[in-house]
């Protein structure tokens, strides 16, 4: 059956054969796929769909409805790796897709789907792929936003843009967030995540050890969430705010009880910790990056502090979990997209004030969590 041949808008119940997305490898960029997943499965209800992953994003696979399985393949970024790319070929040449979704725009992104022999393989024009796919989608560049352009792919050719994309979705069960509190000695009560990291400078907010001291004066409980980069802003936003007194085993309570106030360095090597202390947190402040799309994701109310980037392009889709937090100022260069920044001495982050974003977050708590008094 052609890919090409379906009706927009008719979920055709009698295609089976399972369908590869080679996804975009970024942390935020992967599961902004899950909304690729929702579509495709809206359309095909009966085709399992796999998603390609590195070792980083695997964990994040485990809570993605929809999703059969990740396939862990690590290429590397610099270099074509001939040898893994046939590795891999072989790998999926022997779950017999029907369809494979390219969305990155690189030939490289193309090779082992078509050494896997792969029938139908999707994928916008770009980087002379010819031959490599051969269900061409022309026309990306009209299309607005990033999502736009992967999703657009999961649809029949032609077909238009929908009002609004489902929204990225993850779900952790309870029981295992439960786990992992008690692993950590973490309180039961809500606690807020600062994720302070991002992949460029310039979109690093500057005041999470002023705003982690002023939360755990309102008697909060502070997790810092990133990975083995964001360790020293760890340490710094934990000598800012002052430890918190690990709780103990499945210990109850709100703010003031055990596992806080205080700060709680929880950053590490493993995607899935962050995972699990996004879910577990009651409200979570990032900056533009991967954690920030993965607490929305989750339904974590989640505060995104933007400044160089647009939160029309990149801001979550999921408007209920998400506020988009700028400044108050309006900068001729913004956004720049720029990972580093050239002018204006980074005025579109340095003017968010810590205090701005803590009463954000306390009203948050107050509505999500009934903490009144925080």
Not at 22 to 50: A, C, Q, S
Not at 192 to 219: C, D, F, I, M, N
Not at 270 to 285: K, Q
Not at 343 to 356: K, L
Request: charged residues 20%; aromatic residues 6%.
């Amino acid at each position: 059956m052609n890919l090409d041949s379906q009706l927009s808008g008719s979920a055709d119940r009698s295609d089976t054969r399972p369908i590869l997305i080679v996804p975009y490898m970024w942390i935020g960029d992967f599961v902004r796929n899950h909304t690729v997943v929702r579509v495709l499965k809206e359309r095909w209800p009966n085709r399992p769909v796999d998603l390609l992953t590195t070792s980083l994003c695997a964990p994040l696979v485990d809570y993605m409805p929809g999703v059969r399985q990740g396939i862990v393949w690590d290429l590397p970024r610099g270099r074509l790796a001939v040898g893994r790319q046939f590795g891999l070929a072989r790998l999926l040449r022997e779950r017999n897709y029907g369809t494979a979704l390219v969305l990155p725009r690189t030939w490289k992104a193309a090779i082992a789907p078509a050494l896997a022999g792969i029938p139908e393989r999707v994928g916008f024009v770009g980087e002379f792929r010819f031959g490599l796919l051969n269900r061409w989608r022309w026309g990306e560049k009209k299309l607005p936003r990033f999502i736009d352009k992967n999703a657009a792919l999961a649809q029949p050719d032609g077909a238009p843009l929908p009002p609004e994309w489902p929204v990225p979705q993850l779900r952790v069960p309870a029981d295992e967030i439960a786990r992992w509190r008690q692993a950590n000695g973490l309180s039961a009560g809500a606690a807020v995540a600062l994720a302070p990291g991002s992949v460029g400078v310039s979109k690093r907010w500057t005041y999470y050890p002023e705003a982690a001291r002023l939360l755990v004066e309102r008697g909060l409980e502070v997790w810092v969430v990133g990975g083995p980069a964001e360790k020293g802003l760890a340490q710094e936003i934990v000598a800012a705010g002052g430890k918190g007194t690990a709780g103990g085993p499945g210990t109850a309570g709100g703010p003031g009880t055990a596992g806080g106030p205080g700060v709680r360095d929880l950053t590490g090597n493993d995607l899935r910790n962050g995972v699990l202390a996004m879910a577990a947190a009651g409200v979570a402040i990032s900056n533009d990056s991967g954690l920030m799309h993965i607490a929305a994701a989750l339904g974590t109310p989640t505060m995104g502090i933007f400044g160089p980037t647009s939160p029309y392009l990149w801001a979550p889709l999921n408007g209920l979990a998400a506020t988009v937090v700028q400044t108050r100022s309006v900068l001729a260069c913004q956004p720049c997209q720029s990972t580093i920044c050239k002018m204006n001495d980074h005025r579109c982050m340095r003017d968010i004030a810590a205090q701005d974003v803590v009463d954000i977050a306390r009203d948050v708590l107050a509505r999500t969590q009934g903490l009144a008094n925080v």
